[in-house]
């Protein structure tokens, strides 16, 4: 398993803008599709965006496209995730994980870590 570990996450107030970092504790990170998931309170964990090994290729939940851009460097270990516009909805706790594959299933591959808080006042 690669240890993943989240941050980046505040307080924001609505139409602001957030980078969330991912970083991974080894290097065949660079090897494997990574997404970024959330979790709002009271809500089941839902895919937000992803991004396949080589970065060529990403894939967004609707809620978020056009706002949210995912990235990655591979020779850091670590996959970013822009947040513009941000809106009240967008609250949740923020978590990354590697998938089996960042364009279809999105199963993710490894424990789930602490995540990082995202939250937008209106």
């Known amino acids: 398993q690669v240890q993943l570990v989240e941050s980046g996450g505040g307080l924001v107030q609505a139409g602001g803008s957030l980078t969330l970092n991912c970083t991974g504790s080894?290097?065949?990170?660079?090897?494997?599709?990574v997404a970024w998931f959330r979790q709002a309170q009271g809500k089941e964990r839902e895919f937000v965006a992803g991004?396949?090994?080589?970065?060529?290729?990403?894939s967004y939940a609707d809620s978020v496209k056009g706002r949210f851009t995912i990235s990655r460097r591979n020779p850091k270990r670590t996959v970013y995730l822009q947040m513009n516009r941000l809106r009240p909805e967008d609250t949740a706790v923020y978590y990354c994980?590697?998938?089996?594959?960042?364009?279809?299933?999105?199963?993710?591959?490894?424990?789930w870590g602490q995540g990082t808080q995202v939250t937008v006042s209106s």
């Open positions: 991004i396949m090994w080589d970065g060529l290729a990403k």
């Open positions: 994980n590697r998938v089996t594959h960042a364009l279809r299933n999105k199963d993710p591959l490894d424990s």
């Open positions: 080894r290097r065949t990170f660079g090897d494997t599709d």
